[in-house]
């Protein structure tokens, strides 16, 4: 495991100084941009324009995924495939509650139908519809629909100790059958286009600038309890025999431990913080659609986490921020053709080069400096390559 | 005819040319004098007349008679002289002899023969009827079903003339068949009769007789209705089990496509255990491979145009083959036993080259054409099968079987087996293992660059042709358990006749989505895959 030796008696604070600084940096966000999207001229050089605070708000959602795919593959070894699955179910969950506060708003005015289902002269809402025209019920949702497709699979797929790359093949084809589904009209999900239009999120409106900074606000809230509650999780006992799993789950099955038990909560948890991650990202991009579900999008969050650095949770979040400004800033320019390139590139080189990632190669280099410290301040350590 | 049938005895090859011939003389002289009263009433200019003539030329069953009836479709009959006669106009406003198709010496003033719609049906039936009676058998044949096909009572009599005459036994069944069909619907004829009609209809089994046995009238005895009922009964269970067939011979077709796109992986992942994402794109690359060579070949050889796929082979192969080995040499072989890892940078090789190709032949679809050899189709029983498919088939076999037997037999299958097995065991025995990788490697690449010239043919070549295999190929390996060819093989075809199966039931993207779940439950049973490598170790 780590390269120093531990302290078993001496639990490492809650946070540690990466995580105090990260959190610092959240806190320092979320007061800064909409201090200057609201107070600050528009004509100022430091103003934020409410599109920046959409696209921010998208990345804290993307590092939110991020860190739910850290937390099974930094530290469970669950190469996830399909992370992008319970993302998307998230955010389905979170548009049908959309959807229905349209109301007759909609092209062809239904009351109670959407657009989509007129569209399709559907008579009825689906029983599957049912409910999300209350908040409550649709947050409940964006929890239980990727908790429990991610409790029934991981239930199946861990019991019978299908691990390594079998495991990421079949996650692999999980959220492709979804994307299939999806993309049927018939599932009444809106097939093709997805969900889209929306008017009003609890009676505010989505396209306001205040709704937008608050929704910004949330993503930040929401990522930083979602680090906290990671952090807590992988120093506990419980994330020690996770990571015990990772690196040899033979031996801790054959300790006594139930390692699928183990696997199985760490990967329920994972699928509802990317649902909750999703049900954030569909309110500030306006859309949810069956490409979610594309495997495509789910290897790119592995990438975000390989690139900040797996097993490190600021990491994960750092580099979803990273790549997603790359690509943003790359794919708008005159670059526009050359970002797969360096996507690709970037995949190619992360992993030859700079295989712990960014926080983990500075993590490295800071052990190094202080070898005579007999209290590590991150004991867990970025993993060994896996298997 | 007994002489033509007495001929047929002969190998039929030699005689057939023969044959027409003689029995075109025959029925010339032995029709000449129905033809002949038929062709006086041409002359009265009279429309009831020309409509009897019609008939009677109908009847007739002789060559000649086709002929005069095209002619006066066309408006090239004429009449006149003393007495009347008929003559066609040739190329070149010459009267022939209608009989001869000779120029006559002494052409008389002539006038056209008249016709008006009327007269227009009784030509359009009248020349129908003539092909039935046709020198060429399969023209005969296709009047026949046109005939059952539109059930029209007034052919019936030039069919019962026609059936008469018939010695072809395809051609007689076909006519029978065709007789049958208009007695099931026809008024006034015994129960007997029609039982036997129905009988012979339900014997024929298509589509075509089941929509026949269903219009027999209300009115029919019920001892007919249940011949009926029966025969079609019989005719649906017939049918639904050549339905199965054709879905079998489209799932092994599909099957056949996944074990192209997958056993370049069986070898890269099942041999190696390298995660390749990149897969695809080799496939894509040898497609694109194809796409260049038809192009050259278009602008430069159009008469090589048939060789385009056999040329594009073994070029694929290599191209795709290099490809693999320099990605081999430059990223993989520094991630060996980091099988993760590997996924995500051919995962990043698969954006490169897609891009790359996005970037040099555009983001749309390129048009590959299928060599003539390729096109065309074929009955067996109620099967359709289609040659190109046919030939996809094969060459899948045939790539499995070379590739079987390169691993069993040659020196490099022999060190790629052993590399395999106990790396460091091989490279104490002097195996260069860093160049058996590369070999493999390519070898796995390679051959999906050859995949990719057969899915050419059926699939839209784009940059994102790649990506519409690599799931189903990775499932395909592990479904059938890594590192055993066979089970690549077996689990291609079973994946491939289930999806078929399933879609009927389904539909195609339910089947597909059905199937999907249950590879993820068949893994969660055998997790290992269908044929997994027996072993004791506890992590395999």
């Given at each position: 495991?780590?390269t120093s030796p ?5 639990q490492?604070?809650?946070l540690?100084?990466s995580?105090?600084?990260f ?7 979320s ?6 999207n609201l107070a600050v001229a528009?004509?100022?050089a430091?103003h ?12 804290l959602?993307y590092?939110l995924?991020a860190?739910?795919v850290d ?7 669950i ?9 998307a ?6 548009g049908?509650?959309?959807?229905r506060?349209?109301?007759?708003r ?9 657009d ?6 559907w008579?009825e809402?689906?029983?599957f519809?049912?409910?999300f025209?209350?908040?409550p019920?649709a947050a409940l949702?964006v929890?239980l ?10 239930w199946?797929?861990?019991r019978s100790r299908?691990?390594g790359?079998y ?8 959220t ?7 993309f049927?009209?018939d ?6 286009n ?6 009003d999120?609890?009676g ?6 205040g ?7 949330l993503?930040?809230l929401a ?8 952090r807590?999780?992988v ?5 020690k ?5 990772r ?9 006594g ?5 183990y ?6 948890v ?5 649902g909750?991650a999703?049900a ?10 069956p ?11 592995i ?29 708008s ?9 360096m ?11 700079l ?16 070898q005579?410290?007999d209290i590590p301040?991150?004991p867990?350590?970025?993993?060994r390559?896996?298997? | 005819?007994?002489?033509?049938a ?17 029995a ?5 002289r032995?029709?000449a004098?129905d033809?002949s009263?038929a062709?006086?009433?041409l002359t009265t ?8 003539a019609l ?8 060559p000649a008679a086709a ?8 408006g090239?009959l ?6 009347p006669r ?13 009989l ?5 010496a002494?052409a008389?003033a ?9 007269i227009?049906?009784a030509i359009?039936?009248?020349s129908g ?10 023209k005969r044949r ?15 009599p030039a ?32 129960p ?6 129905v009988e ?7 589509q075509?007789a ?5 219009s027999v ?9 249940q011949?009926?009922?029966?025969a079609i ?7 639904a089990?050549?339905?199965v067939?054709?879905?079998v011979w ?15 992986l069986?070898i890269?992942?099942?041999v ?5 994402m ?7 690359l ?6 260049v060579v038809q192009?050259v070949?278009?602008?430069?050889y ?12 073994p070029?694929a192969?290599v ?17 060996y036993?980091?099988?993760l890892?590997?996924l ?8 490169i ?5 996005r ?9 590959v054409?299928a ?6 189709s ?14 996809i088939?094969v060459?899948?076999l ?9 691993l069993?037999l040659?020196r490099?299958g ?15 025995m002097?195996?260069?293992t860093?160049?058996?990788d590369?070999?493999?490697f390519?070898?796995?690449s390679?051959?999906?660059g ?7 043919q059926?699939?839209?070549v ?11 190929s990775?499932?395909v390996v592990?479904?059938g ?13 079973t994946?491939?006749?289930a999806n078929?199966l399933l879609?009927p039931y389904?539909g195609?993207?339910?089947?597909k989505?059905?199937?999907?779940v249950?590879?993820?439950l ?5 997790p290992?895959g269908?044929f997994?490598?027996k ?6």
């Open positions: 495991m780590s531990m302290n078993m008696t001496r490492p604070a809650l540690g100084t995580g105090i600084i959190l610092a940096v959240l806190v320092a966000v007061v800064l941009v909409p201090v200057l528009p004509d100022s430091v934020v324009p409410t599109y920046v605070v959409s696209l921010l708000g998208k990345y959602t590092a995924l860190l739910s937390l099974i593959w930094g530290y469970v070894g190469l996830s495939l399909g992370q992008g699955a319970f993302f179910l998230g955010g389905y969950a979170m049908m509650y959309l959807m506060q349209i109301g007759t909609g092209v062809y005015g239904d009351p109670v139908l959407p989509f289902m007129v569209f399709l002269n008579k809402l689906p029983w519809w049912y409910g025209d209350m908040f019920f949702m929890l629909a990727p908790g429990l497709l991610a409790l029934v699979f991981g199946f797929a861990f299908v691990t790359v495991l990421s093949i079949i996650t692999q084809a999980m492709f059958a979804l994307l299939l589904a999806f049927r009209n599932m009444g999900f809106g097939g093709n997805g969900l889209t239009d929306f008017k999120i609890l505010f409106n989505i396209q306001a600038d709704t937008r900074l608050v929704l910004f606000v993503s930040a990522l930083a309890l979602g680090y906290v509650l990671c807590f999780l120093r506990s006992h419980f994330g025999v996770l990571v015990a799993i690196d040899a789950e033979t031996r801790v099955r054959f300790t431990y139930r390692a699928e038990n696997k199985l909560v760490a990967f329920v994972s699928a509802m913080l990317a909750i999703g954030l990202y569909v309110p500030q991009v306006g859309i949810i659609n490409s979610e579900f594309s495997p495509a999008n789910s290897i790119e969050i990438v975000w986490v390989a690139v900040g650095g797996r097993g490190t949770l600021v990491g994960a979040a750092l580099g979803a921020v990273l790549v997603n400004y790359a690509k943003t800033y790359f794919t320019g005159i670059l526009a053709p050359y970002w797969l390139f996507l690709g590139g970037l995949f190619v080189a992360v992993t030859l080069f295989p712990k990632g960014i926080v983990g190669t500075f993590y490295e280099w800071r052990e190094k400096r202080r005579h410290d301040d991150e867990l350590a970025t993993p390559p896996a298997e | 005819m007994t002489s033509s007495r001929l047929s005895r002969l190998p039929r090859v030699l005689c057939a040319a023969l044959a027409l011939l003689f075109a003389a025959l029925v010339q032995v029709e004098q033809i009263a062709l006086g009433q200019n009279k429309y009831d007349d020309t409509e009897a008939g009677a030329l109908a009847l007739s069953g002789s002929g005069i009836v095209s002619a006066l479709a066309d090239k004429f009449f006149g002289g003393t007495p008929v003559f066609i106009e040739g190329t070149g406003g010459a009267l022939l002899d209608p001869t198709m000779q120029p006559v002494d008389p002539v006038k056209p023969v008249r016709v008006n719609n009327r227009r049906r359009d039936a009248a009827a003539l092909s039935l009676v046709s020198l060429d058998a399969a296709e009047a026949a079903l046109a005939v059952g096909r539109s059930r029209d009572e007034a052919a019936l069919l019962e003339m026609a059936l008469g005459k018939e010695t072809d036994p395809k051609v007689k069944s076909a006519m029978n068949l065709a007789r049958a069909s208009i007695l099931i619907g026809k008024e006034g004829i015994t007997a009769e029609r039982i036997a009609a012979l209809v339900g014997a024929e089994g298509n075509d089941l929509a026949i046995l269903r009238p209300e009115s029919a005895a019920p001892e007919v209705k011949a009926a009922a029966a009964e019989g005719i649906e269970r017939n049918l089990l050549w339905g067939a054709q879905n489209y799932g092994l077709s599909l099957g056949s496509v996944l074990l192209l796109a997958a056993i370049g069986a890269t992942f099942g190696m255990g390298v995660i390749n990149a897969h695809g794109e080799m496939v894509m040898g497609a694109y491979t194809t796409y192009e070949i278009r602008t430069s159009p008469g090589l145009f048939d060789a385009s796929l056999l040329i594009a082979i070029l192969f191209f795709t083959g290099l490809i693999g080995v320099l990605i081999e040499r430059t990223v993989i072989r520094f991630l036993g980091r099988a890892e590997t995500l940078a051919t995962w990043g090789i698969s954006l080259l897609q891009q790359a190709i970037t040099i032949f555009g983001p749309t679809n390129r048009e054409g060599p003539s050899w390729m096109s065309g074929f009955e067996i029983g109620h099967l359709s099968i289609t040659s190109g498919r046919l030939w088939i060459f899948a045939m790539v499995f079987f070379a590739l079987l037997a390169t069993r040659t490099i022999l060190e790629m087996r052993a590399v395999t097995q106990n790396r460091r065991m091989a490279a104490s002097g195996i260069r860093n160049w058996v590369a070999m493999t390519g070898l796995g390679g051959i999906a050859m995949a990719g010239v057969a899915l050419s059926i699939d839209n784009s940059p994102n042709l790649g990506q519409s295999y690599i799931i189903d990775f499932l592990v479904f358990g890594v590192g055993n060819l066979w089970g690549t093989l077996v689990g291609a075809m994946l491939g006749v078929k879609e389904a195609a993207v339910l089947g989505i059905s199937l999907l249950i590879v993820i068949f893994i969660q049973k055998r290992r269908l997994a490598l072993g004791r170790s506890i992590e395999a």
